[in-house]
């Protein structure tokens, strides 16, 4: 069983940054398709960010594009999702997610992801 545990988020201004992680408790990531998606209240859970294994492809949400950067850290069984010029429409709950790791790419399929952290909040204010 892989666990997931996001941090980072955390209370911002508009124009700010915050930087996520997502680690997970082995390794795990060379063979996995990672993403972070998001749920606002009242709106169903979105797609954000994914990475493939070996970091050879990364997929955005076109409202995070150029803002967003998602990258990983097979080290460290780490993966980073740095957000800046941030926006109030940002705010929501982050979570990370990993895929089943057979070498297939998850990118914005939310039902090709396996394995969910708990989430961490993020809250932009203007």
């Known amino acids: 069983q892989v666990q997931l545990v996001e941090s980072g988020g955390g209370s911002v201004q508009a124009g700010g940054s915050l930087r996520l992680s997502c680690a997970a408790s082995?390794?795990?990531?060379?063979?996995?398709?990672m993403g972070w998606f998001r749920q606002a209240p009242g709106k169903e859970r979105e797609f954000v960010a994914a990475i493939s294994y070996y970091a050879t492809r990364t997929s955005y949400a076109d409202s995070v594009k150029g803002r967003f950067t998602i990258s990983g850290d097979n080290a460290e069984n780490t993966v980073y999702l740095q957000m800046n010029s941030l926006k109030p429409e940002d705010t929501a709950v982050y979570y990370c997610a990993k895929d089943r790791g057979d070498f297939s790419w998850g990118g914005s399929d939310q039902s090709k992801y396996v394995y969910w952290g708990q989430g961490t909040q993020v809250t932009v204010s203007s």
């Open positions: 082995r390794r795990t990531f060379s063979r996995s398709t």
